[in-house]
Every structure is written in structure tokens, then in C-alpha cells.
């Protein structure tokens, strides 16, 4: 039997492309889910981050620049 009569296994996609396809996946999911129900809701900074593919650090960046949309107060202060 010679060599070129064994099947050649499938090539493994190395850990970096696993990680890239797992985010595309996470930001397509988080895509579907924020426009779903069709009604305007507030984000949560990690899902910003999955939906833009930036680091909260830039996203805090680009609010500061009035590149991105401002994050709005839910609650009052803590202090008494």
C-alpha cells in the first residue's frame, strides 16, 4: 500500500482562527439578539464591546473624542 492511498486528515485550524471565528460568531449573535425584538434598549458595555470588536478602553476613547454615543446614568448617586 503505498502512501498516496491513505486519506489525508483534514488540516486543523490553529487556536487563532478558532478564537476569530468564535468572536465573529459572538458578535453576529449579540447583532441578532440587540436588533431581535425590533425595540431600543440600552447596551451593556460587554456587548457593545462584542458588537463593535473594540476594547472598552477605546470605546471610552472614542466617547470622549464625541466619536461614540455617551453611556447614560441608570440609577442616582450612591452617596447620602
Sequence with gaps: MSTSDYKRKPKRSSRRERRREMREEARAQARLAATASGARRILRIAEVEIMTG??????????????????????????R
Design 54 to 79: 473594540k476594547a472598552r478602553t477605546q470605546i471610552y476613547d472614542e466617547i470622549q473624542k464625541g466619536i461614540f454615543r455617551r453611556d447614560c446614568r441608570m440609577a442616582g448617586s450612591a452617596h
